[in-house]
């Protein structure tokens, strides 16, 4: 019995080595890291161009007892050019309600852009009966309401975050290079932030492009500054009982100070007067108002140094 066991043996390791080794299944290629398709498709955009308002959203299946439709709810939509089988998607003209501006003529400067409007979602076409198109609403960035516009489905591309990250400089020399500012944000919010969506009017005139990066700075004379910074900056300056004969300064000898870095942004799309970017880094509060400007080569070139060549991350 032990020779027909050991035969059997020496049979089987025979034919795992003809048999060679197994292939291993390939690996799934991971996502590069970037904004997330939300980032991407909910973000919205501020143009000069007309969008047309002959396609709109009609109403839904809980019309009349509801006039906020969610995500996943059927909708029918109303327009000549609606396609069965087609993506299309939903836009709303939107304004800021706030009446103040955060930084001299930011209302102003951001109303010459063109016109905001807010990334709905996008939905499906599944039927068109007697014009009236039914859609499954696939994606929503929020609530559609009845009025809404409804354009053709547009691909956005897919950005990659770069690797590794320069360092975020602290402060830096006036710079000659044009400049832009943030001077709107998803939601209208006034106090900005890593991760939220700005719009500003560095856009394609200026040389943005999606991928991009803006740094975004902040002056100390007078006209840099915030609305709340300007209050400060003419109360009485170096009230020290024990200070004998200090030098005197004033508010426009505050142009001599650096620039203060407060963190930087990724432009995601443009138009030829504004672009949409995403907060990517933080190091200090920002506001709209804040100014943005291309990284100088020297940043650009220091990173490129830096990243290995066979990095593909």
């Known amino acids: 019995m032990k020779p027909l066991i050991v035969a059997f043996t020496l ?64 909708l029918f939509l109303r327009g000549p050019a609606l396609a069965q089988g087609e993506r299309y998607s939903i836009l709303r003209q939107v304004a800021d309600p706030n009446r103040e ?62 690797r590794p990250e320069p360092e975020l400089d602290t402060f830096r020399a006036h710079s000659a290079a044009l400049k832009g500012h943030i001077l709107g944000s998803r939601d209208f919010l006034g106090l900005l932030g890593t ?35 300007r209050i400060s900056e003419w109360l009485p300056r170096g009230a020290e009982a024990s200070a004998v004969n200090p030098v005197k300064t004033t508010p426009d000898m505050d142009h001599l100070m650096p620039d203060h870095i407060l963190g930087e942004l990724l432009v995601l799309s443009v138009s030829p007067e504004s672009s949409t970017a995403l907060i990517t880094r933080a190091s200090a509060e920002m506001e709209l108002g804040d100014v943005v400007q291309k990284e100088d080569d020297d940043s650009a070139n220091e990173a490129a140094a830096n990243t290995p060549a066979n990095d593909s991350s």
């Open 195 to 229: 991760g939220l969506i700005v719009y500003t009017d560095f856009g394609a005139i200026k040389g943005a492009k999606p991928g991009d990066y803006l740094v975004i700075s902040r002056g100390y004379a007078p006209e840099d500054l915030n609305k709340i910074d």
């Open 11 to 74: 049979l089987s390791v025979a034919m795992v080595a003809q048999s060679g080794p197994v292939a291993a299944a390939p690996a799934a290629s991971s996502p590069v890291p970037g904004p997330s398709y939300s980032d991407l498709y909910c973000s919205g955009f501020i143009t000069r161009k007309a969008i047309s308002r002959t396609t709109f959203v009609l109403g839904s299946k809980e019309s009349p007892h509801a006039d906020l439709f969610p995500g996943r709810s059927l």
């Open 101 to 162: 501006d955060s930084s001299p003529d930011q209302r102003k400067k951001l109303a010459s852009l063109g016109d905001q409007y807010e990334d709905v979602g996008w939905v499906t076409v599944h039927s068109i009966k007697n014009g009236t198109a039914v859609a499954s609403f696939d994606f929503s960035c929020g609530a559609a309401i009845p009025g809404d516009l409804v354009v053709p489905f547009k691909e956005r591309p897919q950005i990659a975050f770069r």
